[in-house]
């Protein structure tokens, strides 16, 4: 089963804090993307990685993709109440589909 | 910004009937999918659909499920006998290009509730 495991699995913090959220695999992937999901929304995307060591950057948010590309990770600096969301990894491995992961809910208080 | 249409955002059904839920996805994408997720659990795949034929299912996706495109912009998926199990959000979404080339574009989705 390629399952993608996130931690943490859920996240508060006050704004102004920095945080990390780990996407991990023992499978390789061909290309990992991050989403956000709102309530009773879709998951909107965020970025693609596609290449092993690769890093994206999105404003306040830091996007890496593991060297063997098993794993990835979403760094946010200086959060906001409006980074407040359910972030998602999703993975594919060369089919025509996304593995996605167990989600990571995050919380910033004003 | 193109956005992908669901509708209807939430439908109730009885056990056993039959529901249709219908998806306009971005007029240049070329490649279609349907996922859900069940309340508090992953988003998952069920199928994927390019050039008006199945590419890949998953084992969701059984002979109760099927999918269609009936004209140049719908893209719809059926179940035949709804089940109390089949209650979920259902997304579908659409991307230009095939594995590694770009992300994909989610619908808002369909709640459908099954009684």
């Known amino acids: 089963t390629q399952l993608l495991e996130q931690s943490p699995q859920f996240l508060s913090i006050q704004e102004g804090e920095n945080l990390t959220v780990y996407c991990n695999s023992s499978?390789?992937?061909?290309?990992l993307q991050w989403y956000r999901q709102e309530p009773g929304e879709g998951p909107v995307l965020l970025v693609t990685?596609?290449?092993?060591?690769e890093v994206k950057k999105l404003k306040r948010l830091t996007f890496q993709f593991g060297d063997a590309r098993k794993d990835s990770s979403l760094h946010i600096t200086a959060a906001q109440p409006g980074d407040t969301g359910l972030y998602l990894c999703a993975g594919e491995r060369n089919t025509d589909k996304l593995i996605f992961g167990t989600g990571t809910r995050l919380q910033v208080f004003p | 910004e193109p956005e992908v249409t669901q509708t209807p955002s939430h439908q109730v059904t009885q056990m056993g009937q039959e529901v249709i839920l219908r998806c306009v996805p971005i007029s240049n994408h070329l490649y279609f999918y349907w996922y859900r997720q069940i309340l508090g659990q992953k988003v998952e795949f069920l199928v994927s659909f390019y050039n008006n034929e199945i590419s890949e299912k998953s084992e969701i996706f059984d002979d109760q499920f099927s999918v269609e495109r009936p004209d140049g912009s719908n893209f719809t998926l059926k179940i035949r006998s709804t089940k109390l199990e089949d209650s979920a959000m259902y997304f579908c979404?659409?991307?230009?290009?095939?594995?590694?080339?770009?992300?994909?574009?989610f619908g808002s989705g369909t709640r459908l509730t099954v009684v």
């Open positions: 979404a659409s991307r230009r290009g095939s594995s590694g080339v770009g992300g994909y574009t």
């Open positions: 990685v596609v290449t092993g060591g």
């Open positions: 499978s390789v992937f061909s290309s």
